[in-house]
Antibody
Framework: QVQLQQSGPGLVKPSQTLFLTCDISGDSVSSNRAAWNWFRQSPSRGLEWLGR?????????EYAQSVKSRIIINPDTSKNQFSLQLRSVTPEDTAVYYCALSNGPGWFDPWGQGTLVTVSS | DIVMTQSPDSLAVSLGERATINCKSSQSVLYSSNKKNYLAWYQQKPGQPPKVIIYWASTRESGVPDRFSGSGSGTDFTLTISSLQAEDVAVYYC?????????FGQGTKLEIK
């Protein structure tokens, strides 16, 4: 049974970089069946998919157009985790951030516990 | 991008009564080659992440009570709770995984009347 555990700061200053990690247990970040995703949820934007990384003989990365210029999702095979970097944050990036697994076609299960990230000076 | 629209935004139903939530996609999420609808439903309770309860539009996730059912095809889908229980109070979301980016409806808040 796969479990995802998120970590990272809950407060980030404007213009700085948001950095979160998602530790994986019960599966491998290098799995050929899995995709590792990041989402955020806020009252103004609802549930928003931010991007994913997955391994299919090589690493692939896909990002939402809304954050494409500012986001990096990286796997770390040595720690069996993946991370989210979001650069140049503004208060509009304040949200609960989630990591999640998708197998095959693309529903998301399980999810991490969520991290409330507030962008404020 | 595919836009998912749910109705209603909120719903109050008496215990033991039926609850019905609708979801409409801006384009079909039915994949013609396998005749599958790439549509899932989630339940989210306060302070928790979303939990998938239905996928392929009508397949219940393991452990989900059979009072939950999904129906529909193409662009119009329905989540039905046949007999509302107190533990079903939550926000419900539909999600399409037919295309990238995956997208969610705005959510329907289900409460007890």
């Amino acid at each position: 049974q796969v479990q995802l555990q998120q970590s990272g700061p809950g407060l980030v200053k404007p213009s700085q970089t948001l950095f979160l990690t998602c530790d994986i247990s019960g599966d491998s970040v290098s799995s050929n069946r899995a995709a590792w995703n990041w989402f955020r949820q806020s009252p103004s934007r609802g549930l928003e998919w931010l991007g994913r990384t997955h391994f299919r003989s090589k690493w692939f990365h896909e990002y939402a157009q809304s954050v494409k210029s500012r986001i990096i999702i990286n796997p770390d095979t040595s720690k069996n985790q993946f991370s989210l970097q979001l650069r140049s944050v503004t208060p509009e990036d304040t949200a609960v951030y989630y990591c999640a697994l998708s197998n095959g076609p693309g529903w998301f299960d399980p999810w991490g516990q969520g991290t409330l990230v507030t962008v404020s000076s | 991008d595919i836009v998912m629209t749910q109705s209603p935004d909120s719903l109050a139903v008496s215990l033991g009564e039926r609850a019905t939530i609708n979801c409409k996609s801006s384009q079909s999420v039915l994949y013609s080659s396998n005749k599958k609808n790439y549509l899932a439903w989630y339940q989210q309770k306060p302070g928790q992440p979303p939990k998938v309860i239905i996928y392929w539009a009508s397949t219940r996730e393991s452990g989900v009570p059979d009072r939950f059912s999904g129906s529909g095809s193409g662009t119009d889908f329905t989540l039905t709770i046949s007999s509302l229980q107190a533990e079903d109070v939550a926000v419900y979301y539909c999600q399409q995984y037919y295309d990238t980016p995956s997208s969610f409806g705005q959510g329907t808040k289900l409460e007890i009347k």
